[in-house]
């Protein structure tokens, strides 16, 4: 039953899925989690937690999956208070220095523009991994503490936690928001030894960004050059940055190149 149930979630019949889900006679965590997967994946938020109150009501054992699934329903502030419950939950049986659920509810309260909270989880956590990490810094950045993504950023190296594409992407914006050209160069250098930045297109695409944002727009270009592959964003980063900083010529040149290569 369960397989079925995700069989037709995955060909995108959410109707059949819950007829075969009201069928099933015995439902268990798995048959929970499936459904409510289901729902979070469709954006259906009032039935994920409709689901997840009756699967209460059932006297289900919530397992680290079913945390993680309603964690990350609860993204928006309109979920938060649920999500608010859902830690209490997670303190009072120690699950919140779970490395996995503790970076779900650092990514459910940056949704919701907490920061504090996230901050707090994140510090209960006892051992980091990058994916926490990531988390962190991604909320410091998407909520405009710049500086303090960089520190952070700093403090995860000290710890000798390597970064990884996701990391470096994130750290890059920061960059861009408050123009640390010199901070930005040392991160390419970084990359540039793992040879990550000419494969990986998003990260290829932010470091012309970083350095287009931060005036250098000849780097920019060279690294523009020296990706494998460009899409319509990467050109139009690359034009925005000619364009801001007054380069008319080289943003109609950019424009005609990018027609060429068939994106206009």
């Known amino acids: 039953g369960n397989s079925i149930i995700n069989m037709y979630a995955k060909c995108g019949d959410l109707k059949n899925a819950f007829t075969v889900f009201d069928m099933m006679l015995e439902r268990n965590v798995t048959t929970w989690n499936t459904i409510i997967s289901v729902c979070n994946h469709r954006n259906c938020i009032k039935d994920c937690l409709q689901l997840f109150q009756q699967m209460q009501l059932e006297c289900v054992m919530l397992n680290e999956l ?35 659920i ?7 309260y940056n949704s919701c523009s907490d920061l504090k909270s996230a901050r707090a989880v994140f510090d209960a956590i006892p051992a980091h991994n990058v994916i926490s990490w ?27 936690v390597l970064p990884n594409a996701i990391a470096y992407i ?15 160069k040392r991160v390419h250098a970084q990359v540039s030894g793992v040879n990550l930045h000419d494969k990986n297109t998003i990260l290829g695409t932010t470091l012309v960004d970083m350095y287009a944002k ?25 034009i ?25």
């Open 134 to 160: 990531n988390a962190i810094i991604t909320g410091y950045v998407e909520l405009g503490h710049a500086e303090e993504a960089l520190s952070r950023y700093e403090q995860m190296q000290h710890e000798g």
């Open 66 to 100: 079913t945390y993680i699934i309603i964690l990350s329903v609860c993204n928006s502030s309109s979920a938060l208070l649920t999500g608010r419950e859902m830690h209490a939950r997670l303190v009072s049986s120690g699950f919140e220095r779970n490395i996995a």
């Open 170 to 184: 994130c750290i890059l914006k920061a960059c861009c928001r408050i123009g640390a050209l010199e901070k930005g």
């Open 102 to 108: 503790g970076t779900s509810l650092i990514s459910m």
């Open 214 to 238: 931060c005036g250098a727009l000849g780097k920019a270009q060279e690294i523009f050059d020296e990706l494998e592959i460009h899409n319509v964003i990467t050109w139009n980063v690359l």
């Open 240 to 264: 925005t940055g000619y364009a801001q900083k007054g380069h008319a010529e080289e943003t109609l040149y950019c424009l005609e190149w990018m027609q060429l290569e068939g994106f206009l």
